[in-house]
């Protein structure tokens, strides 16, 4: 019988389980000891002193946009690609998301890109112009100010943070890490989540550690996160009653349940990364020089990489979206990855993209394809993957294709 081979799975143990039922037998599920010690151990993932848990990635973004001072019309330079959230966040106090392309090698945000933006968004005029959402070209006299950068750590690869550290510093910005996708990569040797202002991990099931649902803010500035840990909780602040409420505020709060599974999961963090790291090093082990595949590539600044998604390059004339139809055929899922956030149909009608405005996230958002990927994925399975990738990949390439095969 052929093995199914999920997209992805959480790795769930007796340990998590037996949390998760002891704490369903105390009188406390939500604001408790148990979020307490997650949020200690997950800021001590980061290397940095406070962790606030919250529902989600998305709300964690969200009240970090907050913090940042992010209001109407105000910029944020990120990246195209990503998943939608990151630049969601902006969209929720009514800011602007600047994009920017993206390294070819790594996908994450071109720092030097990033720089020429924030001096042009900086001086304004005309030079700010052609950074600006086609909508908003022309208008730039109406934009507000720039407020922060807000790089993502794609595929569990920190983006090159120094000089994005730099333009911070040289334009007084809040710098956000979106390491929703990054607990426990190190960039030269600085742990993803130390290395701005403040930053986000997220615990959705696929995740490399889940709470079900669940987020977690993680940063060294104090009165930051009494922000968050108020603007979670109805904007109570810790001396309010239970019924003042000194902001606007969100219910955003990590119940203890999520809370116990997280703490679970992030003790066996080593040992889940590690797990991932030798099912990428099987993947690359078969996909290594295969003609038309490309295999990840790892910066020399990623000093450890946090392997969240194993996303191959399929490259012309070898057909991606052909590919996901013919593994889909022999029940493997596998998923385009990222279709790029400019491109969504919510942005493009809201702010005009067309396509042809960022060339580089635009190539890897034809040809990334993310392949099944957990620490329980057995090397077997990796195996039937990999026959069958090598398979769809030959049979993608057009007949009318130079080196297009008879078949
Ligand atoms: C890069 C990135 N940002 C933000 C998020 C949002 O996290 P969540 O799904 O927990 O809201 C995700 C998660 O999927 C992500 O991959």
């Known amino acids: 019988m052929a093995i199914r081979i999920p997209m992805s799975s959480p790795d769930i143990g007796d340990t998590e389980v037996q949390a998760v039922v002891e704490t369903l037998r105390t009188p406390t599920l939500s604001i408790g000891p148990r979020l307490e010690a997650f949020e200690r151990a997950a800021a001590a993932v980061a290397g940095v002193t406070w962790g606030v848990g919250v529902n989600s990635g998305t709300s964690g973004l969200h009240l970090c946009m ?6 109407d019309g105000d910029l944020v330079i990120t990246t195209p690609f990503s998943f939608i959230a990151s630049a969601n966040c902006v969209l929720y106090e009514r800011g602007i998301p600047v994009f920017v392309d993206v390294d070819p090698a790594t996908g994450n945000i071109d720092p030097h890109l990033a720089a020429s933006a924030a001096d042009d968004l900086t001086r304004g005029g005309v030079a700010a112009d052609r950074w600006l959402p086609p909508v908003l070209r022309g208008a730039h006299r109406s934009a507000g100010r720039l407020r922060a950068l807000l790089p993502v750590h794609a595929f569990g690869q920190p983006a090159d943070m120094d000089p994005l550290l730099d333009t911070a510093r040289n334009h007084d910005l809040a710098l956000i890490e979106d390491a929703c996708e990054a607990i426990g990569a190190a960039y030269k040797g600085r742990p993803a989540g130390s290395l701005g202002d403040a930053a986000v991990f997220a615990f959705y099931p696929n995740k490399q ?3 079900g649902e669940g987020g977690m803010i993680v940063t060294n500035r104090e009165p930051w996160a009494h922000l968050f840990r108020s603007l979670r909780n109805q904007g109570r602040d810790v001396f309010d009653g239970w019924l003042n409420h000194t902001r606007l505020g969100y219910n955003y709060r990590l119940d203890e349940l999520s809370a116990a599974l997280g703490l679970a999961q ?4 080593d040992a889940l990364l ?6 990428a090093a099987w993947y690359n082990e078969r996909l290594t020089d295969i003609e038309l595949i490309a295999t990840p590539r790892i910066a020399p600044t990623t000093t450890h990489m946090s392997w969240f998604v194993y996303v191959v390059r399929i490259l012309p004339p070898a057909q991606r979206d052909t590919v996901v139809r013919l593994l889909a055929e022999r029940g493997i899922p596998s998923r385009p990855y990222f279709t790029p956030i400019h491109l969504q149909p919510f942005y493009r009608e809201r702010f005009g993209y067309r396509g042809g405005e960022f060339p580089v996230t635009e190539h890897l958002g034809a040809v990334s394809l993310a392949l099944p990927f957990s620490s329980v994925m057995t090397e077997a399975q990796v195996d039937v993957v990999c026959e069958a990738l090598y398979d769809a990949v030959q049979r993608s390439v057009p007949l009318s294709a130079p080196g297009g095969i008879e078949r």
């Open 266 to 269: 992030v003790q066996r963090l």
């Open 66 to 71: 907050i913090a940042a001072g992010v209001g």
């Open 209 to 211: 550690i889940t709470t």
């Open 274 to 279: 590690a797990k991932r790291a030798r099912v």
